[in-house]
């Protein structure tokens, strides 16, 4: 599902971040901020007006996003909602390539 | 690598430093530690971007010239921000040189984000140190950062300060007296965004622990201020303790100013025969530096709840509380800072819109802050409302005059609003407007980096508007005393001057809102600067009227000699009253641009004269 439809609190992994167009310059930046494939992802707050825009939290950073910004996410609910703040304990993503730099 | 000999380090050419970062990792804090009040601030040339520099001269004894540049996540570049941190690191920003050192500076507590920054400054090939500020957060955080590792790791020397703490730039000074560090070793071609993030994972793994739960104050706050409705209500508590803040605490500082003023006027007048110098000096140059002085205190206190709230890391949550709906007037989250600062006054508040990275919001941002009711306007409307509306109470419970107040207030947000729901109206670029906003951790403000930003602030406001006003009050003294009347004349002096004529002319323009003459001829400075008006209308009044006292009672003389359309119609003029010269210089200076100076003003002015036409007309039909 998208970042944009995860409920609050569920606990998710990244599984991807989309362009909308050759080169979207937000999908470039949500990368530089964090959101990479197999990152411990949460909802943390929705906007009080039309529940947009909405506070994720990648990592241990909280970052405020649009829902469009957000819908470019795709990610996989861990397991059923969790109140805790932790990023999950992750395994080695699998399809993560470990290319010498 | 030895430390150099004092007298040697003394006479080598300054280091050249830049501070370089994410936004929020404190580099600012430090840059005020280091240089203190030995700081320029300008603008890189040609663009709208601040330029911070200072200087300082470290412990061998060096010169040392830092560069403050701006926060960015990356060298990609995605404002103009960002884009001068990257070509000032790359060396292409014309007239400035590329720095001797890289100080990159990350958020010990933070490095899962930050470190991606350093990695990619390391490519850049210059010699870098990295600083972990606010190591005190981190380590009562519990998280432990093996120094040696990391510097190992990345190949530059690392360093801890605590840059809200006295001697907290200790170890950055001593490894600035160290030789420079050579240039990291270089690297093979750009890697791509996830090899990056591997590779900070690896750092991180290698030399930093966390424990498990870091964000727990972070997140316990958050569920209430970012919640739907407790985070409104702290939002409007929040607002309108400021509000009262700035209206009730500076009222009695305002009016001991007025006195002081006051009183050197008299003692200046006192020393003076009585004529042309006199009267200049009396009425024209300490009027006009005392009309300038009596808004600082709203000014400072207003600024000082807003650097607190900024530099706590409130401000963004506010922002994403509203950014719907001033998304849906046209506007972005980031316009409420720039709009509550125009309260006070317009000029930091347009220069605040820097902080809004969409060019299409900023100029709409730009283009409704004279709007905001500022507190050059209260002279006129206490002026008006105190002489026309009657002192009743309505429904037992609120004040008439409090309650006009208030309807001014909300006209001028309300006005805001469909002007800049207007502009997204037809505005023809309809590609998002990008958010991607970081929230940052909560801080205690720091009480030194608030002055410092508060002095910054006043020093602005006095220079710039100061000059405005003094200029425009000796002009219209000039213009309301020359020529001066003829013997025998019969009229009041005032009819005789430029300033009389002017008056006769305007009123052509202004008969069908109801402005006499003394209102055109007051207006004209007013137009220049608001808070001028008031002092205007008095020398209108008082020049062309008898050497009596009552002649300095502007409010009965008023009350008597206008009808309470006129009144009424000059009220709603004011609401969108043409901004004040200094506002329009700083318009064009933000927005380099000529064009918007002249829409905002136009728009202003017509705005300004359908709002009186039609309340004075509907007012007459009324009485």
Known sequence: MRLSELPRRTAAVIVSVDDTSSSDPVARRLRELGFVPGEAVQVIALGPFGMDPLVAQVGFTRFALRRSEAARITVEAVSASVSSITPAAQPDAPAAKRTAA | ?623
């Open chain 2, 1 to 623: 690598m030895s430390a150099a000999s004092p007298t040697s380090a003394a006479q080598r050419p300054a280091l050249r430093v830049a501070l370089v970062g994410n936004p929020n990792c404190g580099k600012t804090a430090l840059f005020n530690r280091l240089t203190g009040s030995r700081q320029k601030v300008a603008n890189y040339a040609g663009v709208t971007v601040e330029r911070k520099e200072g200087h300082f001269v470290s412990p061998a004894g060096r010169q040392v010239r830092v560069l403050d540049l701006p926060g960015a996540y990356s060298l990609h570049a995605a404002s103009l921000d960002e884009a001068i941190t990257r070509d000032v690191c790359l060396g292409q920003r014309p007239g400035e040189p590329r720095p001797d050192l890289l100080v990159s500076v990350v958020d010990a507590t933070n490095l899962r984000l930050h470190l991606r920054f350093v990695l990619e400054l390391r490519r850049l090939g210059l010699p870098m140190v990295l600083v972990l500020n606010m190591s005190d957060a981190a380590e009562r955080r519990g998280i432990h950062i093996d120094r040696d590792k990391l510097a190992a790791a990345l190949g530059m020397p690392v360093v801890e300060t605590i840059a809200v703490r006295r001697d907290g730039a200790a170890s950055l000074l001593a490894a600035l007296d160290a030789a420079l560090p050579d240039a990291p070793p270089a690297t093979d071609a750009p890697p791509s965004d996830l090899d990056v993030h591997h590779e900070v994972k690896r750092l991180l793994e290698a030399a930093v622990t966390m424990p498990a739960r870091t964000a727990a104050i972070d997140d316990r706050l958050d569920r209430i201020v970012l919640h739907p409705v407790f985070g409104l209500a702290i939002l409007a508590v929040l607002l309108f303790l400021m509000f009262q803040a700035v209206f009730s605490w500076a009222a009695p500082v305002m009016d001991g100013i007025e006195a002081a003023v006051h009183w050197f006027g008299e003692l200046v007048g006192s020393h003076l025969p009585e004529g042309m110098l006199r009267s200049l000096l009396v009425d024209g140059l300490i009027a006009g530096l005392g009309s300038v002085i009596v808004f600082l205190p709203q000014i400072l206190i207003l600024f000082l709840f807003i650097l607190t709230l900024e530099e706590s890391g409130y401000l963004p949550r506010a922002a994403f509380l509203l950014d719907r709906l001033m998304m849906g007037a046209g506007l972005s989250g980031r316009s409420f800072i720039p709009l509550l600062s125009s309260f006070a006054c317009a000029i930091p508040g347009i220069m605040a819109t820097r902080t809004i990275q969409d060019p299409r919001d900023r100029i709409t941002t730009i283009l409704v802050a004279p709007l905001m009711t500022c507190s050059a306007r209260l002279p006129v409307y206490a002026l008006l409302i105190g002489a026309f509306i009657p002192a009743r109470t309505v429904a037992g419970l609120f004040n008439l005059q409090g309650l006009v107040l208030f309807a001014l207030y909300v006209a001028g947000i309300v006005s805001a609003l469909v002007v800049a729901y207007v502009l997204k109206y037809f505005r023809r670029d309809r590609t998002d407007h990008p958010l991607l906003m970081e929230l940052p951790s909560y801080r205690i403000p720091n009480p030194r980096d608030i002055a410092i930003g508060l002095w910054e602030r006043a020093r602005i406001f006095l220079s710039r508007v100061g000059k405005v006003i003094l200029t425009l009050t000796v002009l219209l003294w000039f213009l309301a005393t020359f020529p001066s009347p003829p013997d025998g004349a019969t009229a009041p002096a005032i009819d005789y001057s430029f300033a009389g004529i002017i008056g006769r002319a305007l009123e052509h323009v202004f008969a069908p809102v109801g402005f006499n003459w003394q209102i055109c001829i007051a207006l004209v400075p007013g137009l220049a600067a608001r808070e001028v008006a008031v002092g205007a209308l008095a020398t209108v009044y008082a020049l062309s009227g008898s050497d009596d006292a009552v002649a300095s009672q502007l409010a009965p003389m008023i009350a008597s000699q206008w009808s309470l359309a006129t009144a009424l119609a000059l009220l709603a003029w004011y609401v969108f009253a043409p901004q004040c010269i200094s506002t329009m210089a700083v318009i064009r200076r933000e927005t380099n641009s000529w064009k918007v100076m002249a829409a905002s003003t136009l728009y202003l002015f017509a705005l300004g004269y359908l709002a009186a036409f039609a309340t004075y007309r509907i007012a007459l039909m009324f009485s």
